[in-house]
Structure formats: C-alpha cells, structure tokens
C-alpha cells in the first residue's frame, strides 16, 4: 500500500481495491523488512488468518485509533470470500519469530491496519513504510490479500516510487574464482547499472563480478541510492572437498569397528530402537497463554539405520473434555479423553513443527515418536519424547 501523508490515511484507504479471491490455506512465505539503514528481517515464515492484537495509537489527523484484537483473515472489508493467510499476518508472525515490534493503528472503517512503525522504526508524520508482494505494490489494504505459498512480503521504510532491487547468481563458487551476479528490477525486470554488492558495483548489463579467497558461506545484498535494497544471496564458497557450507573432507582412516552385534554397527542386525528428544518444555512446566510454545522442536539421537518417519502426537484436556490436534487439518478436533493419533512431519534428526495458532488454556501431552530405517520404534519416555505441559 502507498502511504502520501497522515491526513490522507482515509482517502487511501478508501481507495483500496479488493485483491483477487482464493481458498483458504495457511502459506509459506519469504517475509523481507528493509529499514532505512539495514535490513531488519530476512526468513521463512509460515502464516495464516488470524486476529492480530494492537495497542492504543496517538491522536492521528484528529482520530484516535484505538487498539485491541481485530481480525485480519483476507476477508477484511468484503476483500475476498475466503479467509487466508495475508501480509500483515506475515509481518506478525515475522515479528514474533525476529523478535522485533510493529505498529499499526486499525481502522474499523476500512477494518484494516495501517503499519506505521516496525522494529522502532517510522512515525505517524511519515515516511511510511510500504508493502509488496512479488514485487508489485500492495493494491490493498494489508489484511486484504491473500498470499500463496512461495510468495514474497516485503516491507520497506520510505519507498514510495522506488523500485525494489532483485539479486540473482550462483549457490556455490570456489575460492578465488569469480563468479557474476546480476541485479534486476524487482518489478520490470530490467537490468540495473550502479548497484553495489559488496565492494562491486554493476555495469550497464546490472552485472558485476564478485571472488573470495576463503571458504564457508558468504551473504550478499544490492543497493543503490534511490532504490530499495535487495533480497539476500546466499552463496557457498567451497571447493566440494574441505567441510565448507557441508560438504565432505578426506577422513583419517575410521578406528575398528565396536558393536554390540544389534545396533546395526559394522553390519550387524539394527534391533535397537531410535532415542527421540523433545526440546524447549520441561516435563510438568507451566506456561502463561502468551508464552506457550508455538514451535514444537526436539531431535533424534545418531541413528545407524537411518530415519523413516518422525511422528507427533499432542492432546489437550481441559476438565473432562479432550482435543486431539490433526496435522492433516491443522487444528484441534474434540475427541474423547485417551484418543491417540500421531501424524508423520518428516524424516529429520533435527525436527520442528510450527503449531498454526497460540495454544489455549489446558493440560497438554507432546509425544515424539521417532521410527527408525529398520522398522523399530521408539518408546515413549516422561521428560524425553513425551512431556506433560500446562498452560494457563
């Protein structure tokens, strides 16, 4: 969304088109937030429709918006007829995960919020911040489009009718050896002359050569006065062979070889069960609703055979009624107490699961259940792969 001045936040927000109509999902999407000065988040984030809660704002051009819990679903002034994951809901699990505070005054009118300041930065006066997705300035109100998986958010501080800058070029280059990346427009796609990336800057083409002597992962962004500045590329500089960013080194030569004759060592029958980990919740530890963990994390032992499936399982009980959370539907579904169902997320030693909305009050059982490449299973164990939780 343009942002011209304070006293026009209703004209603007009044001339909000609506955005194009989708089914409702929850969305993985890259969110990006460029300050002034320094990009204030860069990551992955998974989201959906929610209610975001806002504090009371200042007088603004003669109104003060109060704060509150307000809905922001996609749906937001008639926008589309399905609810669904959005920009600003993006922003918010953004600011959760990065630690970093926005605000944005809610208008019931246009029911929207209007972002005004993110990690401290911005006024109620201006310059605004700005919101894209894939590039194209928001045509709508931030909980008014719906994004999709794969989809860029952006937000940017001061960018009206700057064109946002795109950084392209390889994953991975040898030390020494150049390599080229090239800097486009987000928008048109057409190549930009000036850019700095690192210590280069890009030629009429928008391209530039970049080398590095040393190994391991290398970060590099574009920028150029008048723009706004790019996403990350990430690029590893290895030569395949020295440990760099993964990859293999040469290995002295291994000690004899120790087993036991069933833990699937030196050839040998795997018997023995994997060792599932949860992590981040103390067995019988209480949480505040507002501290519940929403990202379910833990890991599995070193396992010889290899992994098949990493499963969960978590209930809620509250007094006599019970819940069983479904990872097929993504929510809590009322069950009768002492229902058991886990659901696969994946064959990972280092496994997480991001919960799609904050737990409710209740007494909780997370179960880790880890089965390994020779179809043993493990055995849950209070404070290892099962843990007892309350939240209030």
Known sequence: MKHRSPAGLAAVLAALACAPAAAAAPATVTVRVEGAERTIYENVVRTDAKHISMGSGP?????????????????NGGANPSPGATPNTALDDAARLGGFSWYGPYDSSYEDFFVATIAAEGTLDGPYWEGRVNHAVNAAGGCQILVRDGD??????????????????????????SFAVTVTDGGTGAPVPGATVGTRTTGADGRA???????????????????????????CVTTG????CGSSRPLPPAPPCVTDGSDGRC?????????????????KQRFKRR????????????EPSGLRAVKLRLTRQKGRKCWLYSGRRERFLRRGCGKRYAFKIGEDATWSYLLPHQLRRGRYVLDVIAVDGAGNRD???RG?????FRVR
């Open 152 to 177: 860029e958010v952006l937000f940017a501080y001061d960018a009206f009718d700057k064109p946002g800058l795109k950084l392209t070029g390889p994953r991975v280059a040898r030390p020494g050896q």
């Open 209 to 235: 050569t970049v080398a590095y002597d040393g190994t391991g992962p290398r970060r590099l962004k574009a920028a150029k006065p008048g723009t706004v500045r790019s996403n990350a590329l990430d690029v």
């Open 379 to 381: 055995t849950l164990a």
């Open 59 to 75: 007088n603004w051009g003669g109104t003060t918006y109060p704060g509150g819990t307000h809905p922001c679903t996609g749906t």
């Open 291 to 302: 501290d519940a963990p929403r990202e379910l994390h833990g890991f599995v032992d070193a």
């Open 384 to 388: 290892r792969s099962r843990v007892v």
């Open 267 to 283: 050839g040998s029958p795997d018997r023995q069960p994997p060792v599932g980990r949860i992590a981040g919740i103390e067995e």
């Open 241 to 244: 062979s020295d440990g760099a």
